[in-house]
Structures are given as structure tokens and as C-alpha cells.
């Protein structure tokens, strides 16, 4: 990532569960408690999916814990969120997700300027002989550079 941005959360099944085809940033319209829970790291996106309905798109199961000095303020840490895009990247994702068949995963959360971000990826599952030809292609390379690095001694 660049320089002034923080990742506050990030999702790292998602790699490991999906194809990941484009990345976008997107805006999250949150209460004032939630910011100040996402800021503290509280959030957790791992089981987290975007869908289009009505011709915006919402976030569903991101989990952001209870401010725990909001008392009256704090909202449902399940509640669906929206994302804030623009007119043409809803139609093109509306596209793509009815069409070829792809999910919209967040992939991480993240502060920039101030203001907290969502990278939002169009993905495609994996099979489950993908994720075993994945874990082997690691374990191979994990190999040849532990080989390497005795030879080199």
C-alpha cells in the first residue's frame, strides 16, 4: 500500500478461498462509534461479502464490536453497511456478478486521509483441488529455497 494509508483489518482467506480478479476501493458509510471501533482494530471481515441491491451495493456479516464508550450510540455489529461507488462501478459489478458468476469479497479496511476505506475485490471461489494445488505449489517453493540456501553455505 502507499504511504498515508493504515490497514486496520485485512482478510487473508481470502486468497486462499478465491480467485481474485480486480481489486476497488470503495467508501463505507459508518456511525461515528463503528469509525472509532474500526480505528482500534475492532472489526473483522473474514466471513464479509458485498451484493448489489436496489442498485447499490451493501456489505454483509463485517462484524465491528460495541465502542465500548458509546453506550447509546452504538449500532448492530451486524448490521448491513453500504459502499459507497460511483453509478458506472455499481453497473460494471452488477454485470459481472450475474453474469460470469463472481463475489464480491473485502479484502481489507484501511484509513486514508482519515478516511476509512474498503478494498473490495471481484472474486471467484475456488475449487477445492485448486487450494490443495495451491498449498503445494507454496510447499514446493518453501523447499527449493530452503535447498538453495544450505547449498549456499
Not at 43 to 66: C, F, L, Q, T, W
Not at 104 to 130: C, M, N, S
Request: proline share 3%.
Amino acid at each position: 500500500m502507499p504511504d498515508g494509508i493504515k490497514i486496520l483489518v485485512k482478510n487473508k482467506k481470502a486468497r486462499h478461498d478465491f480467485f481474485i480478479e480486480d481489486t476497488l476501493e470503495t467508501g463505507i458509510a459508518l456511525a461515528g462509534t463503528e469509525v472509532k471501533s474500526v480505528r482500534l482494530g475492532k472489526a473483522n471481515i473474514r466471513d464479509a461479502y458485498a451484493a448489489v441491491k436496489n442498485g447499490e451495493v451493501y456489505m454483509y456479516n463485517m462484524h465491528i464490536s460495541p465502542y465500548e464508550k458509546g453506550n447509546v450510540y452504538n449500532r448492530d455489529p451486524l448490521r448491513e453497511r453500504k459502499l459507497l461507488l460511483h453509478r458506472s462501478e455499481i453497473k460494471r459489478l452488477i454485470g459481472a456478478t450475474k453474469e460470469k458468476g463472481y463475489a464480491l469479497i473485502p479484502t481489507a479496511v484501511y484509513l486514508k486521509r482519515g478516511i476509512v476505506k474498503v478494498e473490495l475485490a471481484l472474486a471467484k471461489g475456488k475449487k477445492l483441488y485448486d487450494k490443495r494445488a495451491d498449498i503445494a505449489r507454496r510447499d514446493a517453493n518453501r523447499d527449493m529455497h530452503r535447498r538453495l540456501r544450505e547449498h549456499n553455505r
